[in-house]
């Protein structure tokens, strides 16, 4: 009877990717799931260190993780992802159950190296090495699916095409916990995306730190995004292909085009912007001003009129006045993005920012951080007000989180990536519709979601 595992994913949809091919990969090897922390013999903890916060996270799991174990010597973890490659020999040091820790170009390797500290119990081992190629992984896909809240329904999915970045952005840890950035061969992304196509998988998120930078360096073998971009969206029976993250300093006019050129390419863009200030922009080193930001949105627009724009915010970076912020403000009533991740400044170790004066401080940040949501949530809630009545084509992935007495509630994403639940009464439930995509009437806006209802054929 194999051994029981657990993962806990903080952070990126990079690490979750990452998570679900681990537990693909140790369910391929007769490791079975647990339910929880509780009854596992091994918990990993897929780690993210964008800012304090998820770090002491970390450090607490272990904390509860130690106690768990006192009594179950023979149960153990491993620490993955981006704290893991900052901190990998001192974890080992200051928690002995942790018999393993890898980084994230040691990922592809981690399910034989569990197989060794799980056969050698004194054991521990250190995957912490960055690559000069991307590491391409045992193709899992095709084991038994892991059971996780977070994993892509089944006719979704997300395929990584790098690893790392090259940019240094003054706020960022990324480029020191995932390297520098190394493209994959387009041949292995182009192969996977056929295996995922031959799996079911209708909708295909591309996936990197910054995609458009994707083929220059040498992994990409000379292609760059936007073919990488033809090339997938040509596959047969690939009904709707998307891509994260983006960063404007290098999204090429040919990217652009692709929205207006390539019918299955969704009308959707994440690009983070972090600052509506110049000056603020500057200190980041993000290598953009608000005047090009603007233009590159104008550009998608007149490509892809209905184009939905997400972006990153980040309110607090050292030296930013109240004037700064204003600016942010008057830049998201401008685009009006219809969604945005948003934080506080925190410093991270190592980056430029840390020596960067005046600090802004918590309570202003966190003001900040209040207004601009409370703006953010006005925008979203008069988008998604302005699609009732609308007729939408949505890909169903599942039951809704949320149901209803007397009803059986479905889950769906339309082109935009908008979610969308349609309530079925309970005499008429259809067949599974996990992986259909179905014509539904847009009857009502919640905060963050679309109700809908069936519309015309085929049902
Ligand atoms: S582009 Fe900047 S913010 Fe994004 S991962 Fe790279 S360094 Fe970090």
Not at 85 to 99: A, C, H, M, W
């Given at each position: 009877m194999g051994k029981r595992f657990y993962i806990v994913t903080f952070g990126c949809q990079m690490n979750v990717n990452d998570s679900d091919w681990l537990s693909r990969a140790l369910l391929a090897r007769d490791?079975?799931?647990?339910?929880?922390?509780?009854?596992?013999?091994?918990?990993?903890?897929?780690?993210?260190?964008?800012?304090?916060?998820?770090?002491?996270?970390?450090?607490?799991?272990?904390?509860?993780?130690?106690?768990?174990?006192?009594?179950?010597?023979?149960?153990?973890?491993?620490?993955g992802?981006?704290?893991?490659?900052?901190?990998?020999?001192?974890?080992?040091?200051?928690?002995?159950?942790?018999?393993?820790?890898?980084?994230?170009?040691?990922?592809?390797?981690?399910?034989?190296?569990?197989e060794q500290v799980a056969r050698e119990p004194h054991l521990q081992l250190q995957l912490l090495d960055f690559l000069k190629a991307y590491p391409e992984r045992e193709d899992a896909?095709?084991?038994?699916?892991?059971?996780?809240?977070?994993?892509?329904?089944?006719?979704?999915c997300f395929v990584n095409i790098m690893q790392g970045?090259?940019?240094?952005?003054?706020?960022?840890?990324?480029?020191?916990?995932?390297?520098?950035?190394?493209?994959?061969h387009p041949e292995a992304v182009l192969r996977e995306c056929r295996r995922q196509i031959a799996r079911g998988v209708r909708d295909i998120t591309l996936l990197g730190q910054n995609v458009n930078s994707y083929g220059q360096?040498?992994?990409?073998?000379?292609?760059?995004?936007?073919?990488?971009?033809h090339a997938v969206a040509a596959l047969p029976g690939l009904e709707r292909l998307r891509f994260t993250t983006s960063h404007p300093k290098d999204i090429a006019p040919e990217v652009v085009r692709a929205f207006g050129e390539l019918p299955n390419l969704c009308p959707h863009l994440h690009l983070p912007l972090q600052s509506g200030s110049d000056?603020?922009?500057?200190?980041?080193?993000?290598?953009?001003?608000?005047?090009?930001?603007?233009?590159?949105?104008?550009?998608?627009?007149?490509?892809?009129?209905?184009?939905?724009?997400?972006?990153?915010?980040?309110v607090g970076f050292p030296g930013e006045t109240d004037e700064d912020f204003e600016q942010t403000l008057e830049m998201m009533r401008t685009v009006r993005f219809e969604s945005s991740f948003s934080f506080k400044y925190s410093?991270?170790?190592?980056?430029?920012?840390?020596?960067?004066?005046?600090?802004?401080?918590?309570?202003?940040?966190?003001?900040?951080?209040?207004?601009?949501?409370?703006?953010?949530?006005?925008?979203?809630?008069?988008?998604l007000k302005s699609r009732v009545g609308a007729l939408e084509t949505v890909l169903f992935d599942g039951p809704s989180k949320v149901q209803s007495p007397g009803a059986v509630h479905w889950r769906g994403r339309d082109a935009a990536g908008r979610v969308v639940n349609v309530p079925f009464a309970s005499s008429q439930i259809p067949s599974d519709l996990a992986g259909k995509m179905m014509p539904v009437r847009i009857m009502e806006a919640k905060k963050h979601s679309l109700i809908g209802e069936k519309a015309g054929e085929p049902w």
């Open positions: 490791w079975r799931e647990a339910s929880g922390e509780d009854d596992a013999d091994l918990v990993v903890l897929n780690t993210c260190s964008v800012r304090e916060k998820p770090e002491q996270k970390v450090h607490s799991a272990l904390g509860r993780l130690g106690t768990l174990f006192r009594d179950r010597p023979e149960a153990f973890a491993a620490v992802g981006c704290v893991a490659q900052q901190l990998g020999p001192e974890l080992l040091r200051r928690y002995p159950f942790v018999r393993l820790v890898f980084g994230t170009d040691g990922i592809a390797e981690t399910p034989n190296a569990l896909w095709d084991g038994p699916a892991a059971e996780h809240e977070d994993s892509p329904g089944p006719a979704q970045c090259d940019n240094f952005c003054a706020y960022c840890i990324v480029p020191y916990t995932r390297g520098r950035q190394k493209s994959r360096d040498p992994g990409g073998a000379g292609m760059g995004f936007a073919e990488l971009l000056a603020v922009l500057r200190r980041m080193g993000r290598k953009y001003d608000t005047a090009r930001y603007l233009g590159i949105v104008r550009d998608l627009q007149e490509a892809r009129p209905d184009i939905v724009l997400g972006t990153d915010i980040i410093d991270r170790p190592g980056v430029a920012a840390v020596n960067m004066k005046p600090k802004v401080g918590s309570d202003v940040a966190g003001q900040r951080l209040a207004r601009l949501q409370e703006l953010q949530n006005e925008i979203t809630s008069e988008a």
